[in-house]
């Protein structure tokens, strides 16, 4: 048994006394000093350095250079920025490529996959993977004619899925297993390695969306052999809204396959503007058109950010920070009919924290407007507390705990409707 953590706010500021990344908190843009913003996991805060370089771009790039900024770095920012996304998903050179969307990135790759091992009739996933990658898979699956089985191999808790129950789902029809690293709902950490060598050793291709864990949790992705991964740059690497996303293939496979979607940026030379397609050798050839700049050169300050502070410290912290909460659930929280809807041990945890309760979309709502806290709510009944170790102190963290205790114990949110917002 060990011992639980101190539940006073001296402690929580002793935690943040002795935070070696606190430094970090001041790079972020706190318009409102007041508000505990826990939703790091969904859209990340706003870095300074992202505003200087923004209104540079604007005002010099676009403003002053205009077209000839093709010239001056924007051509190779996919490459540039996914050489940092690299360092981030323990991937060597040549290998990431930011563009797209998410959704976008995982269509393309799916259909290569699937190409490249045609012969094989099942795809494996489970029933906690996020829906739009299921939806692109159920998409690719129509658009080759039917002629995949999905198998989502289901959750006995709502919370995980087994590794045995993962690992028996895939076999020799198998041709490629696609999942979450970690689960938006409940935040379960898949075991990387172990799934990855499971469908090696029967010949699948694996790939896996690193959106929840990217900037949050270690990732091998070559220590592990891992055949493709996708992933988006606007939760916890804090690249703004709809920021463009990332996509990496083993580079052994990069000469193997062809992405669906056959644009001139993924040609061998875009501006002998051949009429027939010959793709570009390496990674360019997932790129497909012109990408949206302004968003895409957001990213890099903050991925920036991201190297300095170093994965290893930040999943300390986010590790320290997750496991703190836990420790105030448990203590402030359970007694109130909360559940806790994430693992509890860390090793099998991302960095959000959901907990459980059956009002709880009105407690959400009570706790954005009327306690300035801002998590975010996931059907049913799930408050998704995210935590950000960039920006969140052991104090968020604390009175996070805190205010949701008073929201219940003072029935605040009972003046709330259970009717949705259209974004909860
Ligand atoms: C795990 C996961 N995959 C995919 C997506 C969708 O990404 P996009 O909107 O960039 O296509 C999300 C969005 O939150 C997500 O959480």
């Not at 990213?299 to 420790?327: C, N, Q, T, W």
Request: glycine share 6%; with cysteine.
């Amino acid at each position: 048994m060990t011992t639980p953590l101190p539940t006073n706010y001296e402690y929580a500021q002793a935690l943040d006394a002795a935070d070696n990344l606190s430094r970090f908190r001041n790079e972020f843009v706190h318009a409102d000093e007041d508000l505990i913003y826990v939703d790091g996991n969904s859209l990340g805060q706003l870095p300074f350095r992202t505003i200087e370089r923004m209104q540079a771009v604007i005002a010099q790039e676009w403003g002053q250079a205009l077209i000839r900024g093709w010239n001056m770095g924007w051509y190779e920012a996919p490459s540039r920025i996914g050489a940092k996304l690299a360092q981030l998903v323990g991937a060597a050179e040549n290998q990431v490529i930011a563009c797209d969307s998410t959704s976008v990135n995982l269509f393309k790759l799916i259909i290569a996959a699937l190409k490249l091992r045609s012969d094989r009739p099942c795809i494996v996933s489970d029933t906690l993977n996020f829906p739009s990658d299921l939806y692109v898979l159920q998409g690719c699956v129509d658009l080759l004619g039917q002629r995949h089985q999905v198998h989502q191999v289901p959750s006995t808790d709502t919370i995980s899925i087994d590794i045995d129950a993962m690992c028996a789902a895939i076999d020799e029809t198998t041709a490629l297993v696609t999942l979450s690293h970690v689960v938006f709902k409940s935040g379960f950490l898949h075991d990387m390695a172990a799934i990855t060598k499971r469908a090696h050793e029967v010949g699948a291709l694996v790939l896996w969306d690193l959106s929840h864990s990217v900037g949050a949790a270690p990732i091998e992705l070559d220590r592990c052999g891992v055949d493709f991964a996708v992933g988006c740059s606007y939760k916890y690497l804090n690249g703004g809204p709809g920021a463009p996303a990332f996509l990496y293939v083993r580079r052994d496979l990069q000469d193997q396959i062809t992405s669906p979607i056959w644009g001139w940026l993924g040609h061998q030379t875009p501006f002998t503007f051949d009429t027939d397609y010959e793709p570009a050798e390496g990674m360019s050839k997932f790129l497909s058109g012109t990408p949206p700049m302004l968003s895409l050169l957001a990213v890099e300050p903050a991925l920036d950010l991201m190297l300095e502070a170093g994965m290893e410290s930040i999943r300390h912290k986010s590790v320290g920070l997750s496991s703190y909460f836990i420790e105030l659930f448990d203590a402030m929280l359970a007694p109130l009919n909360f559940t806790l809807g994430s693992p509890r041990a860390a090793a099998q945890r991302g960095s959000h924290v959901s907990i459980r309760h059956p009002e709880g979309y009105r407690i959400n709502r009570a706790l954005i407007d009327e306690m300035q806290v801002l998590p975010d709510f996931r059907e049913p009944d799930n408050i998704r507390v995210g935590i950000a170790p960039l920006y969140n102190s052991y104090s968020d963290i604390w009175e996070t705990a805190q205010r949701i205790r008073t929201v219940v114990e003072e029935e605040r949110y009972v003046h709330y409707p259970e009717q949705r917002l259209s974004v909860t």
